[in-house]
């Protein structure tokens, strides 16, 4: 659809009583909506990057969908998560494309750890090492789903356990695909998913594949990247933290492990004999959990300086020494390998394998480069990691400059590719610098559309003056007391989002010693359960004789979670949520902004800390028809002159000043709610 022709069938689609309006039940013409979805229409025909932060509710996938299925042109639609994937592959783009009536072809490719190896399925079968005999079972069922699936998408099997131990043994990675050579190579699902998205109009992938292929050129988009006009990336303020993430070098002692179980089982199935596997195995292994020991006992989760990373007294420098034993033991399994490599493809994967490992550990052995920050993990493994500050520059270099001759989509058209990123969160200023600057957009069009919500009359915020402050030891007991009492109120319908994990910890065993076994409520805490049980449970609420549930969650809990409906009235936050000082990228990015002479706490812990609990805050008020009352349990965000700021970056609810007035407002909603289901009054 050329030239200015885009604008006009856009604006009949989103129209009362357009295509839109036929095709949804719940649709309702909302001029923020339509303002995005023709401000994408101008983006697509002219060409150029385009940010749209979009407040909850303006309904953003359509905005961007439409005008990309009218335009005709082939379209990469890349999101945060395969959950979203598959919500965009299995149930938007179907609705919209048969409303529009349009013969557009969708497909959906993921990583390769989604989907099942057959290859390794095989080998998995042999495996006499299986954890235990629910795995045995689970691999029983994924055998018999096996001989019936035409995708291989794991995600078809919801009751395999997202955790489960079994998964690795039965999908392949990059490291492991033993490609053409594959005796399974013509049935492989992976290869299947990839030929589906180079024939297909529209192609949904996910941002983790995305810089993948960025990095590696690997998953087959360096195919289909070159033949795509339109590129659009929703959830996109997660775009930079995903992207430094695989833009770097990065080297696991977990990947090592797995490399050593590979090379003793190919060696005693397909070469047993004819060199000391079980030796050659042995020392790979004992050389990935001495580097593992050589940083002390340090906690699960920590991450550390480069300098610091060896134990209290101990020469900085001499824990890599590890890296030496572990390039010597990868040395000698590659001489073993070298030896055998013709019998099997297996041995020539292997083989590149273990140099790929010996490479990486001599490069961390050697100095970082210029720009990036070295840091280590530390888990039950551990992982070396070097990478890049932000994304700009791979965005600049890798996307908005293409090769000369790359620009354009198709021989002929002259128009340059275009780029969408849009978020309910991108900022807390109108030129929404805190996602712009670190993915190198600042030349891009801005737009920000607000949510059609009445978040004064849906919503209110109170911040508890009488509280301990953060870091003083009562707090998580504080703030634990105060959600259990409005939680009782309400009969659950709470959800307490924490910053760290310590204070998950606290406040869960807290509010877990206050209502187990009383009946009254049911305390949820993020481990207990699969991410996707528990919200399941929680929005179950009080419903078949069930009790109530309090949510206590960290991390990924703060966005992506969609409780609509009274199933969700109260948010409690436990502090303010900066960034941790003493991680080492985070230190960094600070260094970096004091040696331009701009302040690191104003102009990246204060915008960092905005878009984290905006993005909390988002989860209480998901429809017109909510109510709900968010507690930030932080009386910084009262008393210090940048917590205007702060609250200046939530939605407009309205204040809630005393403990008396939270009350009131608690008992409020739980009439509400009352009267609302009281089947007397249905």
Not at 39 to 64: D, H, M, P, Q, W
Not at 268 to 286: I, K, N, S, T, Y
Not at 554 to 563: H, T
Request: glycine residues 8%; aromatic residues 6%.
């Amino acid at each position: 659809m050329p030239g200015q022709l885009l604008a006009g069938p856009v604006h009949e689609a989103f129209a009362p009583g357009g295509v839109l309006s036929r095709a949804a039940e719940q649709f309702r013409p909302r001029a923020a909506q339509t303002d995005m979805a023709l401000a994408v229409a101008r983006t697509i025909e002219a060409g150029g990057a385009l940010v749209v932060e979009a407040g909850t509710g303006v309904g953003k996938t359509f905005s961007y969908l439409v005008p990309a299925l009218l335009s005709g042109e082939r379209v990469l639609l890349s999101t945060a998560t395969k959950t979203l994937q598959d919500q965009l592959f299995g149930r938007d783009l179907p609705r919209l494309i048969e409303a529009l009536g349009l013969p557009v072809r969708t497909a959906l490719l993921k990583g390769r750890a989604s989907y099942l190896c057959l290859q390794r399925l095989e080998l998995a079968r042999r495996d006499a090492t299986l954890p235990d005999r629910s795995a045995v079972r689970a691999l029983a069922r994924i055998e018999q789903w096996a001989q019936s699936t035409r995708t291989g998408d794991l995600a078809e099997l919801p009751a395999l356990d997202e955790r489960s131990p079994l998964i690795p043994l039965v999908t392949s990675t990059r490291e492991n695909c033993l490609g053409s050579q594959c005796p399974k190579f013509r049935q492989c699902h992976v290869n299947l998913a990839r030929r589906e998205a180079l024939a297909a109009d529209v192609v949904v992938i996910n941002h983790h594949l995305f810089f993948a292929d960025l990095t590696v050129r690997e998953s087959g988009m360096a195919e289909l990247l070159p033949t795509v006009r339109v590129a659009i990336f929703d959830e996109a303020h997660q775009l930079n933290e995903t992207g430094v993430q695989f833009l770097g070098r990065q080297l696991g002692t977990g990947q090592v492990l797995d490399f050593a179980r590979d090379l003793l089982a190919a060696g005693l199935q397909l070469a047993r004999g004819l060199a000391d596997w079980p030796g050659v195995a042995a020392a790979v292994e004992r050389a990935a959990r001495d580097l593992r020991l050589t940083v002390g006992r340090r906690a699960a989760g920590a991450r550390l300086r480069w300098a610091d990373a060896a134990p209290d007294g101990v020469d900085p420098g001499n824990w890599r020494d590890g890296l030496e034993q572990l390039h010597l033991a990868c040395t000698q399994a590659m001489s073993a390998l070298d030896t055998v490599s013709e019998l099997a493809p297996e041995f020539v994967r292997l083989y590149e394998r273990a140099a790929d490992v010996a490479e990486r550990a001599a490069r961390f052995g050697g100095p970082c480069e210029p720009g990036a920050v070295r840091w280590v993990d530390v888990g039950a493994q551990l992982r070396l990691v070097e990478s890049p500050l932000d994304i700009a520059q791979a965005v600049q270099e890798k996307l908005l400059k293409a090769a000369p001759g790359e620009e354009a989509a198709s021989a002929g058209d002259t128009r340059s590719r275009a780029w969408i990123f849009t978020s309910a969160t991108l900022g807390d200023d109108a030129r929404l610098s805190w996602f712009t600057e670190p993915c190198g957009l600042e030349a891009a069009e801005v737009l920000r559309v607000g949510s059609p919500f009445d978040y004064a009359a849906q919503a209110a915020v109170y911040v508890p003056r009488e509280l301990a402050r953060p870091n003083e030891p009562t707090h998580s007991d504080q703030v634990a007391a105060l959600a259990a009492d409005a939680a009782a109120r309400l009969g659950g319908r709470t959800m307490v989002l924490t910053t760290t994990l310590r204070a998950l910890r606290a406040i869960g065993e807290a509010l877990q010693r206050r209502f187990d076994g009383s009946g009254e409520l049911e305390v949820l805490v993020q481990g207990q359960w699969p991410k996707r049980r528990l919200i399941e449970r929680f929005r179950e609420g009080s419903t078949a004789g069930r009790p109530g549930c309090v949510l206590v969650a960290s991390a990924s809990f703060w966005e992506g979670v969609d409780v609509p409906g009274d199933a969700l009235q109260l948010v409690v936050i436990d502090k303010l949520p900066f960034p941790p000082p003493g991680d080492p990228l985070v230190e960094a990015r600070a260094q970096r902004l004091q040696s331009q002479g701009r302040s690191p706490f104003n102009d990246y812990f204060v915008p960092e800390a905005a878009v984290a609990l905006k993005q909390g805050a988002g989860r209480l008020i998901r429809r017109e028809s909510d109510r709900g009352m968010l507690v930030v349990c932080d009386t910084r965000l009262a008393t210090m002159g940048y917590g205007r700021r702060l609250l200046a970056a939530l939605p407009p609810m309205r204040r809630v000043a005393t403990r008396e007035d939270f009350v009131t407002v608690l008992e409020e909603l739980a009439a509400t709610r009352s009267a609302t289901t009281d089947p007397a009054l249905t």
